[in-house]
């Protein structure tokens, strides 16, 4: 990947925030390490590890930190991230989502040989049984999670069906078993505290059942792993997860803001992302255009939220591809090359457009970060 250059000239001059060429995806160094050590100190008074995602930040700069933090590895959506993270000497990856192509297989036996630790999940005999034979001529067993559907439907297979699976795991040469996977991603979101709880506790008690019944025939899962921020203060509670993959907390987003916010709570984690944008046009009374439009946000959970820069009552909309408008509810106007910063939306695929951070402590812009598995999605 080329080297990032853009906004280089500004690093460690004092008020360079101010004066960043954007759009620009800027990090909060403060917050984001405020929010790694409340998760750290929470895994630990649960005596649970964390596994955290990074899907959420693609970046092999906060890996490594949430690693020397004392999470036990990194979890990768698609094994492009695992390869990119690899890269930059990540040991420790789970792959979440399945992986089944002849192709894909193959580079999961080929990382499995340069890593210390790779873990894949699986969901069914024919995939499994493809892994174990490329796994053994490659002279390697592959450690494999067998990966249980809470009743997303997404992946996984249901905890009543998969005791044939597990065995069959457990029977192979070329595989390692080496536990369960359970992500309830439908519950992540749920604006009810109570319906929040409820429903994500009795997924893990699906799973628990699962374990113990596995536990009594010799097939005890060493790794229990899944959570996730919506429902990081639940699922310890459920005595059954061994790690957690919790990713989107280092960062917060407009939706998860609103899991919290809407009943009326606190966010547990600071907002530490953003994007920082540039008034462009100020012409209209009322009105303001800025360079960040639908390719600078993820726009599958509405609007970003305005949050600095901008008259209070200010709100944002996408004005275009490359545009967005403010629409100004008080005084004072804004004018042509006012910065303003905005809450993403969401926080993962927003990352997803963007080649950095611009790591800020205060107004200084402290470094710059390479976001290496940005668009790694196969």
């Not at 000497?89 to 990382?111: E, H, K, M, Q």
């Not at 069906?161 to 309830?184: I, K, M, T, W």
């Not at 920082?276 to 439009?293: C, H, P």
Request: with cysteine.
């Amino acid at each position: 990947m080329q080297k990032y250059t853009l906004n280089n000239d500004l690093v460690g001059v004092p008020g360079g925030r101010a004066r960043l060429q954007t759009p620009a995806l800027v990090l909060d160094l403060d917050a984001f390490e405020r929010n790694l050590a409340r998760m750290v100190e929470h895994a630990r008074s649960h005596d649970i590890a964390l596994r955290p995602h990074a899907k959420t930040h693609k970046s092999v700069e906060i890996a490594r930190r949430q690693i020397a933090a004392g999470a036990l590895g990194i979890c990768c959506a698609k094994l492009g991230e695992a390869e990119a993270l690899a890269e930059g000497g990540i040991d420790s990856i789970l792959v979440t989502s399945p992986v089944v192509t002849d192709a894909g297989i193959a580079r999961a036996v080929a990382l499995n040989r340069r890593i210390s630790e790779l873990m894949l999940v699986v969901d069914n005999e024919a995939t499994a049984s493809r892994i174990e034979a490329a796994a053994r001529a490659s002279g390697k067993p592959l450690k494999v999670l067998i990966d249980i559907d809470p009743g997303l439907g997404r992946t996984g297979i249901r905890a009543r069906d998969a005791e044939p699976l597990v065995r069959f795991v457990a029977g192979s040469n070329g595989l390692h078993y080496a536990g369960l996977q359970c992500y309830a991603g439908q519950v992540q979101h749920l604006e009810s505290p109570n319906e929040r709880r409820d429903k994500s506790l009795a997924a893990l008690a699906e799973l628990a059942g699962l374990r113990d019944a596995l536990s009594k025939r010799g097939l005890a899962p060493r790794i229990v792993s899944g959570g996730g921020t919506g429902t990081f203060n639940i699922d310890p509670d459920a005595k059954v997860l061994t790690e957690l993959q919790v990713g989107s907390f280092i960062f917060m987003d407009r939706q998860y803001n609103d899991v919290w916010e809407k009943p009326g709570d606190r966010p547990p984690f600071e907002t530490s992302l953003f994007v920082q944008t540039t008034v462009i046009s100020a012409n209209r009374k009322g009105l303001a255009t800025t360079d960040a439009g639908y390719k600078a946000f993820a726009t599958d959970a509405g609007p970003p939220l305005l949050v600095q820069g901008a008259p209070k009552g200010a709100s944002y909309f996408f004005f275009g591809d490359e545009q967005g408008g403010i629409v100004l509810g008080a005084e004072p106007a804004l004018s042509v090359g006012d910065q303003v910063s905005c809450v993403v939306p969401h926080c993962d695929p927003t990352v997803n457009l963007y080649d950095a951070y611009h790591v800020v402590r205060g107004d200084t812009l402290e470094s710059i970060w390479a976001i290496e598995a940005r668009g790694r999605s196969a």
